[in-house]
């Protein structure tokens, strides 16, 4: 393992930290709380996390939707313990079904949260309780009580921790988020989820209903560079009953003549909304990469694991001897992307030659980097392959990565991966599509099982669908009911 080595800036951020009055008042439960960071320091630490959220994951664009929450937000952000907070949401293009916030105000929803939700009172469930780690401080709490070296980093990589640099040095700064809430964290987040929601006449008990289908879907830990809500939002026990007791308990205090659910409202907002992966931003057939957006392809090895993102691509065999990394390099010239990538590494650069990569200006670039176990003082000599690569205007760039004593074996696949980066020509993979949500109106009254019949759903793809809409096969269903299909 490498001896600790932060970007100056978070370095330089962690000791003006330190030096600030530890003890801060919770703006939630009115307490002395240890802290290390003023609100101010706060907003703009939120403020320079959200363009990297965004270039790391990417941004999924419908005003509608957008328009919708961020409103939403903002009323119940002055109904809040901190009203003074600018409070800003962001839909991130992933089918991952997560939501997560940011200090200083800002809160992401990804589309896969979005399809999953089946009205508005649960998707104001999900944007109050977000809103709650915000308004308690969680993050901040989290962050003051652990060294910076010692934060947890991004899940879902496929590589061995031994190249967990490699794999993540294009998400650098993102380190900070996706801590894992304590259960205390997460009870706290509920009620407060439950509160905001109700204060701006929501329904809370649909707040629990979709905790309950987020455990019955029994979500893996990571994809795409994305945790799931459940591995940063673990359930604090018995959930379901609790937040509908808090939602009772708030129903009967408030007194509203009612409170709002809006389901056909909110499914037809989401009518169109992409539904898993989006093709378009890079799939794989066989054992070739396509990237349509971006007009490129290339080969990698049968028996590879492949793990895409709008970040990076990264690639491993199962052995886990080695890891090939493809991102973008930064630059105004092949020689300064190269250049710059090098020294962002710290490799030591042992060989540098120009080529033509299938007609792309390219360099190949050897290198290497001695890693020591701060603990025992072993050393590892990794040896990397890069390919930079020019293609419209754009600096593409292969590593591969692993031990001195594995890269003779890996040495000739690294450079069959990278050589085969080619231009994407064919018709029939640029033109892919994605698939959607469809929203349906049921023609005739029956169960769910003959909607989904009516509308040619395929069998094996029913179950799913049921959960998609949180119902079962067997529930019967009104003529006019509006459901959720997948289509194009």
């Not at 101010?40 to 419908?62: C, H, M, N, R, W």
């Not at 903002?74 to 809040?80: A, F, L, N, Q, Y």
């Not at 590879?304 to 970040?311: C, G, I, R, Y």
Request: charged share 20%.
């Amino acid at each position: 393992m490498k001896k600790s080595n932060l970007p100056v800036k978070l370095v330089l951020l962690f000791f003006s930290l330190v030096l600030i009055d530890s003890c801060a008042v919770n703006p939630v439960t009115g307490k002395k709380q240890f802290m290390l960071m003023s609100e101010e320091q706060e907003v703009q630490l939120g403020l320079s996390y959200d363009p990297q959220v965004i270039a790391t994951f990417g941004e999924y664009k419908s005003e509608n939707i957008l328009n919708f929450v961020q409103t939403k937000a903002t009323e119940m952000g002055k109904i809040s313990h901190r009203p003074n907070i600018e409070y800003h949401v962001k839909i991130l293009d992933s089918p991952v079904v997560n939501a997560f916030a940011v200090p200083g105000g800002y809160i992401y929803l990804t589309r896969g949260i979005l399809a999953q939700l089946n009205n508005e009172a649960e998707l104001i469930g999900v944007l109050g309780h977000e809103m709650g780690h915000i308004t308690a401080r969680h993050s901040v709490s989290q962050q003051s009580k652990q060294q910076l070296g010692q934060l947890l980093l991004v899940g879902g990589m496929i590589a061995a921790p031994k190249y967990a640099q490699y794999a993540e040095y294009a998400m650098q700064g993102m380190q900070l988020l996706f801590l894992k809430f304590s259960r205390d964290d997460e009870q706290q987040a509920d009620a407060l989820g439950v509160a905001y929601s109700s204060l701006i006449g929501y329904d809370a008990h649909k707040m629990a209903d979709f905790f309950q289908v987020l455990n019955k879907m029994s979500m893996a830990d990571g994809h795409s560079g994305v945790p799931t809500f459940l591995s940063t939002h673990p359930d604090p026990g018995d959930r379901y009953n609790s937040v509908n007791q808090a939602a009772s308990a708030w129903q009967d205090s408030l007194k509203f003549a009612s409170y709002k659910v809006n389901s056909d409202s909110y499914l037809r907002m989401i009518d169109g909304v992409t539904y898993g992966e989006d093709p378009r931003q890079g799939y794989v057939e066989g054992n070739t990469f396509y990237h349509p957006e971006l007009k490129f392809k290339f080969a990698f090895p049968a028996g590879w694991d492949l793990e895409n993102s709008p970040a990076q691509v990264n690639m491993a065999p199962q052995d886990d001897k080695s890891l090939v990394v493809f991102t973008l390099a930064s630059g105004k010239t092949l020689d300064e992307a190269a250049s710059n990538t090098i020294k962002q590494l710290e490799l030591t650069l042992e060989s540098s030659n120009l080529t033509t990569i299938n007609s792309f200006p390219a360099r190949v670039v050897q290198s290497k980097q001695v890693l020591e176990d701060p603990s025992t003082g072993a050393k590892q000599t990794n040896r990397v392959l890069s390919y930079f690569i020019q293609a419209d205007n754009l600096f593409y760039v292969f590593h591969g990565i692993t031990t001195d004593a594995d890269y003779g074996t890996y040495s000739k696949t690294f450079a069959s991966i990278m050589g085969s980066f080619s231009r994407l020509t064919d018709a029939s993979k640029l033109n892919v599509k994605p698939l959607k949500i469809v929203v349906k109106k049921v023609q005739r009254t029956g169960t769910l099982n003959d909607a989904f019949t009516f509308y040619g759903v395929k069998q094996d793809k029913k179950a799913d669908l049921a959960l998609l809409n949180n119902l079962e096969l067997t529930d019967r269903v009104q003529a006019g009911k509006l459901i959720k299909i997948i289509g194009q």
